[in-house]
């Protein structure tokens, strides 16, 4: 009796002389992998230059350490601490409280200081589409807001820039 072994869409087909029978099987694949630019937190290049990276967005993973500090500083880590996972539930609402409020303004990212019953906000606000009373109200609606909510004294330090292109590092 003859055995020849065909391969067709994942199901490997036994013909004999005197059946066919189906049977699934797995096979190996030796072939080179397709995926390209695998690393998270590298940003593809593009053909053309065309992507535009802030100084926060070029730094690779790696280096991160070595070049800038971190965006959240606090001691809720630590071996042991109380409130790991509420501190970094409420860095999570920050972020995305202040990226509603000073919507299309904010153009770094918000770095979050814990000092001991207080938190500083520190980010970028670009003053394309805004006017200095806007910023000003924004700034004590969101400080007034976040205190309330996180029952704890919140300071936000804000810098302007005059537009986001200001904050290009470089095209990729």
């Known amino acids: 009796m003859s055995v020849i072994m065909l391969q067709t869409q994942g199901f ?85 409280f202040l990226t509603g409020t000073w919507h299309r303004s904010l153009t770094s990212e918000v770095v979050i200081k814990r000092r001991h019953n207080t938190i500083v906000l520190s980010f970028l606000v670009s003053m394309e589409r805004m006017l200095p009373r806007q910023v000003y109200f924004l700034q004590g609606y969101s400080e007034t807001m976040l205190s309330g909510w996180l029952k704890m004294p919140v300071k936000i330090e804000l810098q302007t820039v005059a537009s986001q292109r200001d904050m290009i590092f470089k095209k990729i």
């Open 12 to 96: 490997c087909r036994l013909k004999t002389s005197l059946s066919h029978t189906w049977q699934t099987s797995r096979w190996i694949s030796s072939t080179a992998s397709l995926c390209k630019n695998r690393k998270s937190g590298v940003p593809k290049i593009t053909p053309f230059r065309t992507k535009q990276l802030t100084y926060e967005e070029a730094i690779p993973p790696s280096r991160m350490n070595v070049r800038k500090g971190w965006l959240s500083f606090n001691t809720g880590n630590l071996h042991e601490e109380k409130r790991a996972a509420q501190t970094t539930f409420e860095d999570f609402l920050v972020r995305r």
